[in-house]
């Protein structure tokens, strides 16, 4: 089976700090993504990476940054956290060609800045 | 305009019942669409999907779901509820030229013993 981890279930941080969520898969997936998961919103796709080094933004990457330096890690980068980037936080990973749309989640990482 | 639309925030249906989760989508091509279901405190786990053929799909479960091209729509449906299949249900939609999905804002089912 494919193991989507996250680094932290739960994390609590201050206003203006930096924030590291890391996100890694076992499969060899060449697409990984992060989504944000806001009651009422639904998810919403922040950034998505179809190689090593290579991200494209979403729909709402304002605040945020990534970084993929290996093909199993997909980092978001909160460069500067604010109370309005308190959310659950979801990373995916899906394989190229057929089943490239079924994609493979984490098990969040719910964030708070106080 | 929404991509993907779930009217229902919350859907109640007593255990052994058929329920339906709803979804409509905006046309634009051929799009594929995906159930997601999400178990409290965890993370979306794919049910099934439509790509092309059968419009009868099955999935995980005992889910199934039926694209209807002329409603634009993908209902989700199970014949006999579960109270574990109480769970936040999401639909998604294929974007074009692209492996993004895009999600509706998700409906609640609660089963009811």
């Known amino acids: 089976d494919v193991k989507v981890t996250q680094s932290s279930r739960y994390l609590v941080k201050r206003t203006g700090e930096k924030v590291f969520l890391e996100c890694v898969q076992d499969m060899d997936h060449e697409n990984m993504f992060w989504y944000r998961q806001d009651p009422g919103l639904g998810l919403r796709l922040i950034y998505f990476s179809y190689d090593v080094k290579m991200k494209e933004k979403g729909d709402i990457p304002e605040g945020y940054s990534v970084s993929r330096e290996k093909k199993e890690r997909f980092s978001l980068i909160l460069e500067s956290a604010s109370t309005n980037q308190t959310s659950m936080y979801l990373c995916?990973?899906?394989?190229?060609?057929?089943?490239?749309?079924?994609?493979?989640f984490g098990p969040g990482t719910r964030l708070t800045v106080t | 305009a929404q991509s993907v639309a779930q009217p229902e925030d919350q859907v109640n249906v007593a255990e052994g019942n058929p329920l339906t989760v709803k979804c409509t989508y905006s046309?634009?091509?051929?799009?594929?669409l995906f159930w997601y279901v999400q178990y409290p405190n965890r993370g979306l786990q794919f049910l099934l999907k439509?790509?092309?053929?059968?419009?009868l799909v099955k999935g995980s479960y005992g889910f199934e779901a039926e694209f209807n091209k002329s409603q634009t729509s993908f209902h989700l449906k199970k014949p006999s509820a579960l109270v574990s299949d109480s769970a936040l249900y999401f639909c998604?939609?294929?974007?074009?030229?692209?492996?993004?999905?895009?999600f509706g804002k998700g409906t609640k089912l609660s089963v009811i013993p």
């Open positions: 046309v634009s091509g051929n799009p594929y």
């Open positions: 995916a990973s899906s394989s190229p060609g057929q089943n490239a749309y079924e994609q493979y």
């Open positions: 998604a939609k294929s974007r074009a030229g692209s492996y993004q999905l895009t």
């Open positions: 439509y790509i092309t053929g059968d419009n």
